[in-house]
């Protein structure tokens, strides 16, 4: 089970890695432990990613109810973040940086946590005291940090250029497109 201890120290680890600090890696437990520790970063996102989405709900046009609507999401989110560390084995596997795909799974999971943490508190603001456009912008700067930090993650992690990073990078948004656009008709719709 992972500490409460390890669950901050990676948090700070994600939090270091965005202010580009050489010694973030070191926050981070790297280790076969880790690895397995890091996944428990998507259940702990789960209650902050319910939370946020139940705000934005009533502003959405479906006839989903809202649990199922809920469920749905979660298991969506749950798929991209897996469908893409699949990805990523499977091109760590024959581009030769398979010996770390760890780190970068331990990593990238604990950062996908913080980045939740992060736009919980600023999708609440943006979404329910900001005008439509603001909020539009705040939404679109922090998806491109997103994939800025994602591109830097990718070349610390894993070793390689910033042209693969790039392409790494745009390989996530892609999953996330694909994923988003199977589950779209069941969260869109009515469940009876």
Same mark, same amino acid.
């Given at each position: 089970?992972v500490?409460?201890?390890?669950?901050?120290?990676?948090?700070?680890?994600?939090?270091?890695?965005?202010?580009?600090?050489?010694?973030?890696?070191?926050?981070?437990?790297?280790?076969?432990?880790?690895?397995?520790?890091?996944?428990?970063?998507?259940?702990?996102?789960?209650?902050?990613?319910?939370?946020?989405?139940?705000?934005?709900?009533?502003?959405?046009?479906?006839?989903?109810?809202?649990?199922?609507?809920?469920?749905? +999401?979660?298991? /969506? *989110?749950? %798929?991209?973040? $897996?469908?893409?560390?699949?990805?990523?084995? @499977?091109?760590a596997?024959?581009?030769?940086?398979?010996?770390?795909?760890?780190?970068?799974?331990?990593v990238?999971?604990?950062?996908?946590?913080?980045?939740?943490?992060?736009?919980?508190?600023?999708?609440?603001?943006?979404?329910?005291?900001?005008?439509?456009?603001?909020?539009?912008g705040?939404?679109?700067?922090?998806?491109?940090?997103?994939?800025?930090?994602l591109?830097?993650? +990718?070349?610390? /992690? *894993?070793? %390689?250029?910033? $042209?693969?990073a790039?392409?790494?990078a745009? @390989?996530?948004?892609?999953?996330?497109?694909?994923?988003q656009?199977?589950?779209?008709?069941?969260?869109?719709?009515?469940?009876?």
């Open positions: 089970m500490s409460f201890r390890e669950i901050t120290s990676s948090l700070y680890g994600a939090y270091m890695l965005a202010r580009r600090n050489p010694d973030a890696l070191n926050h981070f437990n790297i280790s076969t432990e880790g690895f397995y520790h890091s996944f428990a970063a998507m259940i702990l996102a789960v209650p902050f990613f319910i939370f946020e989405n139940a705000i934005d709900y009533k502003s959405l046009e479906t006839e989903t109810a809202l649990i199922p609507f809920m469920l749905l +999401l979660c298991v /969506t *989110l749950w %798929v991209s973040w $897996g469908a893409y560390l699949a990805v990523m084995a @499977i091109f596997r024959f581009m030769g940086f398979s010996d770390q795909y760890s780190v970068f799974v331990i990238y999971n604990w950062a996908q946590l913080a980045l939740i943490l992060v736009w919980f508190p600023l999708s609440i603001i943006s979404n329910g005291i900001l005008p439509v456009e603001l909020a539009s705040i939404n679109l700067v922090f998806i491109i940090a997103t994939y800025v930090y591109w830097y993650i +990718l070349r610390i /992690t *894993l070793n %390689v250029t910033g $042209g693969m790039v392409g790494f745009f @390989i996530e948004f892609l999953v996330v497109i694909l994923i656009a199977s589950f779209s008709s069941w969260l869109f719709t009515a469940t009876s």
